[in-house]
């Protein structure tokens, strides 16, 4: 590959990932992405033009080294390559998958500018996925110091901070309130954009490795995080719960049969898998129903193409913005309009109408403009008086945000917190007011990423680790 | 995995079970209640703490098989296992030393409010306790109130057994002749509701446990919402508690009603005389 010149190398277009049919994908729940093949990811990874100042690397949240392993894919060192983003991610599969590159590692490369990024994404996910496939060897453990850490939530910063902790020697529990791991890796991402399978690969290697798993432990209700410290007798405590406690949008009609937040509508497919013939979860019927959605973030898209799955027949997202303000990942949005979601700018909803049994028949869509630039640099979206639109709707799914669930928070008065009520926590430690616990992911900074959360796990497992050895020193 | 330490059956389609749960058992409080999961398919969902032994590390449910799930339940046995047990959830109920409190249960709900019966006991508040029941072979949990109420007052539909009635006649004629502090109801919606109008005129503060459809019991799905005061609140976070006289119990009804005909077709899988319909004991509707 070596021998490719500069100029080669920028003339090649770039490796398209190969996808399945919309018409065919929109029908069932398998993932839509093929993958690349391993020629296809050489091809890819030739583009490379190897920057002596590799701007991709800024742009990734946890720096994955992605000049090195894009330099070992393009010369088939696949499981070298697995090694190098090992060091900084660990949970490349899924990265791969969901991580909005656009914005991040893609969106610094170079070629960003010719709108010919490398697809680090696409490439990362095929390396995770070969060594998996492999078989990856689980590592020799560290020898054990005896410590005790409880990690509080299943989500990418509760298993990214488990990983490394087991890889320290010290003994972990992960605890989690719902019946499944994987926060909203289980029961909000949907099988179609990253098969569950590869969730539950990567908590088996943890179990390999001597994580233990709680479910079913409502932290706070069962044991507060004080009774972990000290009637559990653990030593120091992560808190990754996550931003789970769904927003609503506070209009007439919020209560009719047929609003879902996204995260119901979510939990009852993906966690509790309304979709098949077997669960015992109910879900209003959706076939050849209206649907809408409100909110146009990777929730708002995966609600949506759910809704599709389901049958919905139209689905239709209205956002209040403009398209140019979409947050959801390019990817999601381009496969949701392929699968035929309507996508309605500039509207946002006033009042949900429903029947004398209280079921929902309507929404009243306000028309938008956009106004002022906002604080965050965003148009301010502003009504234009008078001006609605009716639309017949039998589902409607609310995908706005979520904020803190204050069931852990109301139990642990002692930890200070924001007026968003998200945990304050150190940046580079994790640690919080309260001595020996720390925190990382959504709890911290409110609904945010994958690979940001397990960041936030891996630094605060460096600090913890650092932390137990400082204590023992201190104490012997 | 639960271990089932004791079942039976107390009345028609009504059964209690000693579930062992030694951490759950050690922090109940009153009011709260458990997220049950019976089989790797099966639905969530919530049943109430009815009692709990922290010495011997175990928590009561007393369960009214309604729908598949509860029916499913209700075919374990002493030694069996319960797959997902999770709580206690819930703000426990508010106890405190009120003066007179009456507690009114209908059907299951009687079994709902025995634990806060004994709180109320223990705080030294006067409990009288109004519980009703189709009938006699029906009514639930009366020995035990009786051991730690003031006085017990059964009503029953047919007239088979104590007073010939609804729970709501026996508590008019209770609020209308005594000085009653508080009024603790659980049962059918519409009992409760009945229970909140009939306590309305007399200004005696009233609480109903509220029984929306939940899924995570956690405060992460807002299926549970319920309008109180004109506010949505979350029953199983701030609930499932709430002042009865600001609640839309209207709404509350419709939303329970939302797989009506889903649940239906479940129950029947299950064979013609799997489980009875849901019979609102006791309500005065
Ligand atoms: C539908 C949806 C799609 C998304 N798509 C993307 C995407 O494409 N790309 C991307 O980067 N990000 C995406 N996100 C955001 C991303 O999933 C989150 O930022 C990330 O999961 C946060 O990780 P976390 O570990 O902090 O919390 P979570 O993943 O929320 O996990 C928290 C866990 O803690 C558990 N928990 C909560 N309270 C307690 C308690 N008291 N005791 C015990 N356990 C508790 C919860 O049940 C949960 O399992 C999406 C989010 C949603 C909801
Ligand atoms: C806080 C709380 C405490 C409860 N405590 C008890 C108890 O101690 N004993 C008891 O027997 N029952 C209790 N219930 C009700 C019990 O949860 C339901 O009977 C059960 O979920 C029905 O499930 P199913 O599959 O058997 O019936 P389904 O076929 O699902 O439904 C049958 C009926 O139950 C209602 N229902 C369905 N799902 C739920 C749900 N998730 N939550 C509430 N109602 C539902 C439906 O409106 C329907 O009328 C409680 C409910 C709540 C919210
Ligand atoms: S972790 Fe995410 S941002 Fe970083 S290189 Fe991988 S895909 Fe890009
Ligand atoms: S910036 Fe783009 S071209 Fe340069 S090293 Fe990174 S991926 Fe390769
Ligand atoms: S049951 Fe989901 S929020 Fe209450």
Known sequence: MSDLSRRERMKRAPVAMPERAPDVRRTDFEEVNDGYTPEMAVAEAERCLFCARPTCVTGCPVGVDILEFVRLVGAGEFLEAADVIAADNSMPAVCGRV???????EGACVLAKKGKPIHIGHLERFVADHA??????????AARTGKRVAVVGSGPAGIACAGDLVGAGHE??????????????????PEFRLPKAIVAAEIDRLRKRGVEFETNAVIGMVDTVDDLLTVEGFDAVFLGVGAGLPRFLDIPGENLIGVYSASEFLTRVNLMRAYSGESDTPLIDVQGKSVVVFGAGNTAMDAARTAVRLGGAPVRIAYRRSPDEIPARNEEVAHAEAEGVVLTTLVAPTELTGDEDGRLTGVRLQRMRLGESDTDGRRRPEPKPGEFIDVEV????????????????RATPDLDRTERETVVADVDTGLTSKPGVFAGGDIVTGGATVIMAMGAGRRAARAIDEFLRTETARRS | M??????????????????????????????????????????????????????????????????????????????????DLAGPLGTPSEVARFGMVVVVGGGVGTAVTYPSAVALSQAGNTVIAVIGARSRTHLL?????????????????????????????????????????????????????????TTRPYDVPTVASLNPIMVDGTGMCGGCRVSVGGVN?????DGPDFDAHLVDFHLLEQRNRAYAGWEAARRDELGPCAAVPVVVDGAAS
């Open chain 1, 394 to 409: 039998d589902v409607a799914i609310i995908a706005i945000g979520n904020m803190p669930n204050p069931l852990l928070l």
């Open chain 1, 99 to 105: 991580c909005p590159q656009e914005t991040q590692c």
């Open chain 1, 132 to 141: 998996r496939n492999l078989g990856s060897t689980v590592p020799t453990p």
């Open chain 2, 2 to 83: 639960s271990t089932i330490l004791e079942a039976r059956v107390l009345v028609p389609d009504v059964k209690l079970f000693r579930v062992h749960a030694p951490k759950i058992a050690r922090k109940h409080r009153a009011g709260q209640f458990v997220i049950v999961r019976v089989s790797p398919d099966g639905e969530r969902i919530p049943l109430t703490i009815a009692a709990a032994d922290p010495e011997a590390g175990s928590i009561t449910l007393v369960v009214q098989a309604v729908g598949k799930t509860t029916t499913l339940l209700n075919a374990l046995e002493t030694g069996d296992e319960i797959l």
């Open chain 2, 141 to 197: 949990f009366e020995t035990e109130l009786a051991a730690v109420c003031d006085e017990v007052h059964p009503c029953t539909d047919d007239g088979s057994f104590g007073r010939h009635g609804f729970v709501t006649d026996a508590l008019a004629d209770l609020v209308a002749t005594r000085k009653v502090d508080r009024v603790l109801a659980a049962g059918p919606i519409a009992m409760m509701a009945a229970v909140a109008e």
């Open chain 1, 172 to 189: 972990v529990t992960v605890f989690e309130a719902l019946h499944e791991l994987g926060g909203v890796l289980a029961y909000g991402i």
């Open chain 2, 233 to 237: 609140r979350f029953a199983c976070l």
